[in-house]
Structures are given as C-alpha cells and as structure tokens.
C-alpha cells in the first residue's frame, strides 16, 4: 500500500494551481471565440497573409541560422578554448534582454546607415519593413533555443564513438555528419523546432524593425488597438491553433525520423 | 614493429612517464596495470586520440608520433565496444571501408566474409542494441580488422564477458593472432596475460615496471607490485649473506630463511608461493630446513582452495585445500607449525 504524504499533496495542489494559470486565460478565449467567428476570421485575406508570413519567416530564419548555429553547439560542446562561458554567456543574451532593446539593436545594425544596411542596398534589399528584417529579427531572439538544446545534443554523443570512427579511417568532417549530428539528431530537432516556435511569437523586436508587412503577433496587436479585444481575440485564437498543430507535427515528424 | 621510445603525458593528475617498449611483428604484447594505471591512455597515444608531451612512436621505423589518425594503419578495440548504435551491424563494420577504392560489391563481399569469420553473419542487419556482450565485441573486432591494420590494440576485450564468453573470445584472438595479426592487448588480469601474451609488459602509475616473456616476468617479479599484482602474496624486501656455510636471507623482525641461491651477499627480495608451504599442528620431521611456530590470523576462501594468513612476525599466506583445514581443525587464533623448504624460496637480486 502507498504511504499517504502531505507533502505530496501540497506539491500536487500548487502544480495544479500552475497548470490551470497556463490554461484559464487559454481556454477562456477558445471558449469566447465561435467556430462561425474563427472561420469568417480564417477567411479574411489580411490574417492568411499575416499567419503565412509569420510562419515563414520563422521557418527561414530557423533554417538559414542554423547552419552556423549547429557547427557552434557542436564547438561548444567539444571544444574547450579561452573565453568560452563569455560566449556561452553571449549567446544567452538574446534571452536576458528586453525584446523591444533588441529591436533598436538590431534598427541600428540593419538600417540604410549600417555596413549590412548598406550591402543589403547594394543588392535591392532593404531590411526594414521588409520580410528579411523580420528574419534577423526572430532568428536574434530565438537562436539561444537551437544553440543551447543542440549543445546539450552534442555533448550527449559519447566522445569515444568519435574516436572510434577516426581509429577507423574517418576524416573530421565525415565523423561529424555520419556521428556526431545523427546522435545528437533529437536534440537538434527540438532545438529547430524551439527556434522557429519562438520565432512565430515574436513581438517586441519584429515591431521595431517591420510594423509592415504585418505578421500575425503585431496584426493582433494593431486589431487590439484599434478595434478592442472582441477583434483581436478571433487572429489569436486562430494563430494559437495554427502554432500549435504545426508543432505537434514537427514534434511528431522529428520523432518518426529519429526512430526510422 | 612499434616502438614507443620515452612517452610521457600529463593529463590533470596524472602522467605517463617514459613509456618505453617494442612491440615486434607477430607478438601478442600484453600490457597488464591496475584499474587507472595509464593502460588505455598508452593505446590512445599509440592510436593518436592522445598527443604525447614528448617521446616518439614509431612504425615500422617511422615516426607516426604527429601522424594523422586516419593515416597510422592502427585498430584500436575500445573496452566498451564503441558501435554505432544509429548503424546496423552491416554499416558499422563497412563504416571501416567507407574510403577505399574498392568497389561497392568487393566491399560489401569483404563485410559478408569477415562477419563469417567471426560468426556475426547472421547479426549483420541487426541494431547494436539487440546485440549481447560477445557478439558487440565480434563486431568491434570485425570493424576494426576489415582495415587490415598494421597492429590491432585491444582495451581491456575480455573485461565485461561471462567466463563462457571469454573462453570464446580467448579462442578467438588466439586464432587471429596464429594468422598473423600483431597485437597490443591491455588488461588487468594477469591470467590473460599468461592464456593470451607472447610478451608482457606491466604498468603501475604510469611508468612501466617490468617487461619481458611472461614466464620471466611472473615467475621473477621485479618489484613488490609486481609480485602482489600476479598474486604472490609472500613477498619480502631481504638481505642475503652466508653463515657456517649456508646461504640465509633476513627478512626483518628477526625472520631468517634458508634459501638456495648462487647470488652473492646483497640486497633483494624473497618470494614464496603459496602453495609450497606445509602446514602441521607440531613439529615434524621433513625435509623443510624453514620451521616457525605461528598464530592464525585469517582464513578467505580463494579460487585455488583456502588461504590462510600466519602469524610468524610477519603475515605469511599460505594456500591449502579444504579438506586439510577440517583434519587439522584450523580455525583463526590457533597455533599451527609452518614449513618451508629452501629450494621453494627464490631469491631475486634487488
């Protein structure tokens, strides 16, 4: 027979009071929202541009940084070199700091005046109020979630399975691809899929850098403002619904694969 | 032939000093060590995932000391086995062949041919992790033999199999061995030494002790270490001279033994085995010219009957069977007489 404790109680008591603080506001605004009102919503051309924006920039953002991200996890987790918790603590910064500071960060590293600014002109492209600001401006603020995980990825990939595809004839290169990143491969995936989650609900430094063209979380936003909750509550719930089936795939398709 | 010529690291607290040895083509080297010793980490260094502070390893009269690791023709058999576990047994052991010029088919036949060898057919597309113990370290060897490596080095094979298993996988490296293959095995147990080595070499904090055939290295035990680490529990620092005609080696705490030995007066020390000394509970008369009167301090089951520890003025461990302790009613605290004959005593110079 289990032995009763109190302990256990309380514990269950304030985890509940936890789960029902994520939840209420959560459920209370589905339950507020039509299904006549979330479809009518789903139809306007202004929040399908917008809910199709947000999630590829996020995607693009995700992909196009995790290119240089992953080879620096895996850096992180093998290497030792001087300075390195400074870097650890660099790459951490994007999460410590207000989100709107690193819009006005990233407004003066991206703008017409900037080096990168400059060359984005050079080939036609102007990073604010236009899609590739959006980019950079999700990739900054999600890229710890990818690094961090993908680490943690690495550094779970024991170190004597590397060392004995070298004993085996494997070039660096060909031990990382064939070794190092299918073992970590789970954690990479979580990591993506972190990255491009925090991304799509990015706010505070995508308004900086691109009011327009509008993605979903500053649509809401401007709904709010102009019209009340009544009209932003239907983009929120509909984008909520959206992020979350899109997550559930990723999760379920980096699973599939994994296994496979 | 490898040769490592005066191989030192140091690596937080601990070092490899002066790691000298020849390995010849066709020896099966044993390098025997405690748990910590530095065993794993001179098969690192010869393999190259360890870059020696100084020293030279050479092959076949080359210096490999900064060669790539890719490129030093060394296997290396790690103690856990180190297979893939995201590659089937097939891809593991092609993972080794990945690079050559063979074609797709000859390398594939080369899989299928030494997964027979070793008896690991029928596991060629299977997971590691359905694998047991013995077929994990069949398919390590077969992965790292595929690259027909110069010298195969094996960390500690034997260490995590039952005995049924290691009896195999002792068959086993016997038969690559008998075809050809030059091998570094370490180990901590010395009867693998003695089942498997052509040549030993022992390791104890990371300097090497002694070396040589087994038979010279266990049967005269250079150090008190040595001597311990391949069971000889009685074995005293000594001090040889002659008195009236008979050699005497002195022991300390006033323990003499007659011993029979052409060295000369000198320092060295004194090895009895176990199983040569005789047990009585009086005096009798033998041909044993060493008789003590002792207390009993202790008696431990072993793998080779029971071993009781004397008190003489020093502990002396001596090994009988069961059947003797129940006839001369032995039991810890008793006094028992202890036999020696001098010719069972060696003396080994210092």
Request: charged letters at 20%; aromatic letters at 8%; proline letters at 5%.
């Amino acid at each position: 027979m289990k032995r009763f404790s109190y302990i256990n109680l309380v514990f269950i008591f304030l985890g509940g009071l936890i789960l029902l603080f994520i939840i209420a506001p959560l459920l209370g605004m589905v339950l507020k929202t039509s299904p006549q009102t979330l479809f009518e919503t789903a139809r306007e051309t202004e929040v399908r541009d917008s809910i199709w924006l947000t999630i590829w920039t996020s995607m693009a953002g995700t992909l196009i940084f995790s290119l240089a991200a992953i080879p620096l996890s895996y850096l992180l987790a093998r290497k030792t070199f001087p300075m390195k918790r400074l870097v650890t603590g660099i790459i951490d910064l994007p999460v410590v700091i207000p989100h709107s500071a690193a819009g006005i960060a990233l407004l003066g590293f991206v703008s017409r005046d900037s080096t990168l600014g400059q060359m984005g002109s050079m080939v036609g492209l102007n990073f604010i109020g236009h899609p590739a600001g959006i980019v950079i401006a999700m990739a900054f603020v999600s890229i710890p979630y990818l690094i961090n995980t993908a680490r943690d990825g690495f550094a779970g990939v024991p170190e004597r399975l590397e060392k004995a595809a070298f004993t085996l004839g494997a070039s660096p290169s060909r031990v990382f691809f064939t070794i190092s990143l299918p073992l970590a491969w789970r954690n990479i995936v979580s990591g993506l899929i972190l990255m491009f989650a925090r991304g799509m609900s990015e706010f505070g430094a995508v308004i900086i850098i691109a009011y327009h063209p509008m993605i979903t979380p500053v649509l809401i936003y401007e709904r709010f403002g102009a019209f009340g909750l009544k009209y932003a509550r239907p983009v929120s719930v509909l984008f909520i619904i959206i992020s979350l089936a899109l997550f559930i795939t990723f999760r379920w398709l980096g699973k599939k694969r994994i296994i496979n | 032939m490898l040769s490592l010529n005066n191989i030192s690291k140091r690596y937080r607290n601990f070092a490899l000093t002066g790691i000298s040895f020849d390995v010849h083509d066709g020896d099966y080297f044993i390098l025997l060590g405690e748990s910590g010793a530095g065993k794993s980490m001179v098969l690192e260094t010869i393999a190259g995932l360890v870059t020696p502070d100084s020293g030279i390893i050479q092959l076949d009269g080359k210096d490999i000391s900064n060669e790539k690791i890719q490129n030093r023709r060394i296997g290396l058999v790690f103690q856990d086995h180190a297979i893939f576990p995201h590659m089937t047994v097939r891809e593991n052991i092609h993972f080794a062949l990945h690079d050559s010029d063979q074609p797709c088919s000859e390398r594939m036949a080369l899989v299928e041919s030494i997964s027979g060898r070793l008896n690991i057919f029928e596991q060629l597309d299977r997971r590691p992790l359905t694998l047991s113990g013995g077929e994990l370290q069949r398919v390590a060897l077969a992965r790292t033999l595929i690259q027909k490596p110069r010298i195969l080095l094996l960390d500690e094979p034997l260490n995590s199999l039952d005995t049924r298993l290691k009896s195999e996988l002792r068959v086993l490296l016997r038969q690559i061995h008998r075809e050809g293959q030059t091998i570094l095995h370490v180990t901590h147990d010395y009867e693998e030494a003695i089942s498997l080595g052509t040549q030993v070499a022992v390791i104890n904090n990371g300097e090497i002790i002694q070396k040589g055939p087994p038979g010279e290295v266990f049967h005269s035990p250079k150090s008190e270490f040595v001597a311990r680490f391949v069971g000889i529990r009685n074995f005293f620092p000594a001090t040889l001279f002659r008195k009236n005609g008979f050699v005497i080696a002195n022991i300390g705490n006033n323990l003499y033994f007659r011993v029979v030995t052409n060295e000369p007066e000198t320092e060295g020390f004194v090895l009895i085995r176990g199983e040569d000394i005789l047990l009585s509970s009086g005096p009798i008369e033998s041909s044993a010219t060493n008789n003590f009167e002792g207390r009993v301090l202790e008696i431990v089951p072993s793998i080779n009957g029971m071993e009781i520890t004397l008190d003489i003025g020093t502990p002396l461990h001596a090994l009988i069977t069961p059947e003797s302790i129940a006839s001369l009613h032995i039991e810890e605290g008793i006094r028992l007489w202890v036999h020696v004959k001098a010719t069972a005593i060696r003396f080994i110079p210092s």
